[in-house]
């Protein structure tokens, strides 16, 4: 079961940063989870709502600015300086010389152009630790035909019932489930179907304590060193 930290280490730092992933990986996370949009000159940056207004009260939209203007936009932060978005390249080549595993969430909806972009950006790296997710079947399908060699994983929150029906429709390899509306049964029982389960966002001490007893095969979490000191105590 692998602890992987969720837009980086952001209990303790602001999201989807490069600082959150250093962090992250400094406090021992075994995955970093992080999301794509992009740019309106065709950058992949790494930010997770389609606007800047709650990280940094700007008005603008991702897709409508271009990456130099993005990249000057400073962000909330609980760290000590002011952050900036970082594009997904940077991420990969922090990560490149490490074990962990990659979840790069897809949250754009773009007819296809991110999915194109991020496929021939991947070519540059292995990709065996890497795993591509979304809310948006069509995008995990549209991975899947492009990269065949890519793992997917299908999001959801709420409830699906008997969510492995829809892997030949969308070709996922595995699913990503919210802690509120999943229990170790049903995860279990998705497991049962030959399907990977991690579940999100789980946070509170005795939610982590839960999913350590089962067997799903990653924890998403902000709290990083609160999930490891739990998982090493287990």
Same mark, same amino acid.
Do not use: C, G
């Given at each position: 079961m692998k602890i992987i930290a969720h837009r980086g280490y952001r209990a303790k730092y602001t999201e989807n940063t490069m600082t959150a992933f250093r962090k992250a990986i400094q406090y021992g996370a075994e995955g970093i989870e992080l999301d794509i949009h992009l740019s309106s000159d065709g950058e992949i940056v790494v930010f997770h709502d389609d606007h800047f207004k709650r990280m940094a009260g700007h008005a603008g939209f991702v897709h409508e600015m271009d990456y130099n203007a993005i990249r000057k936009i400073k962000l909330y932060s609980k760290a000590v300086r002011k952050e900036s978005v970082p594009k997904l390249v940077e991420v990969l080549e922090l990560l490149k010389e490490t074990s962990l595993l990659l979840n790069i969430e897809i949250k754009a909806v773009t007819d296809g152009i991110l999915e194109e972009k991020l496929t021939h950006l991947l070519k540059n790296y292995e990709t065996s630790r890497i795993v591509i997710s979304s809310f948006h079947p069509e995008t995990i399908l549209k991975m899947k035909q492009l990269a065949p060699e890519i793992e997917t994983a299908l999001l959801y %929150?709420? /409830?699906? &019932?008997?969510? *492995?029906? @829809? !892997?030949?429709?969308?070709?996922? &390899?595995?699913?990503? %489930?919210? %802690?509120? /509306?999943?229990?170790r049964e049903y995860a279990a029982l998705i497991q049962s179907h030959g399907i990977p389960v991690r579940i999100y966002t789980v946070n509170k001490e005795r939610d @982590? !304590?839960? *999913? @350590? #007893?089962? &067997? =799903?095969?990653?924890?998403?979490?902000? #709290? =990083? #060193?609160?999930?490891? !000191? @739990? !998982?090493k105590e287990k």
């Open positions: %929150t709420k /409830y699906i &019932d008997q969510p *492995w029906l @829809l !892997k030949e429709r969308y070709l996922f &390899d595995a699913i990503h %489930t919210d %802690t509120n /509306y999943t229990s @982590l !304590k839960y *999913w @350590l #007893e089962s &067997d =799903v095969d990653a924890i998403i979490t902000d #709290e =990083v #060193e609160l999930a490891l !000191k @739990l !998982k």
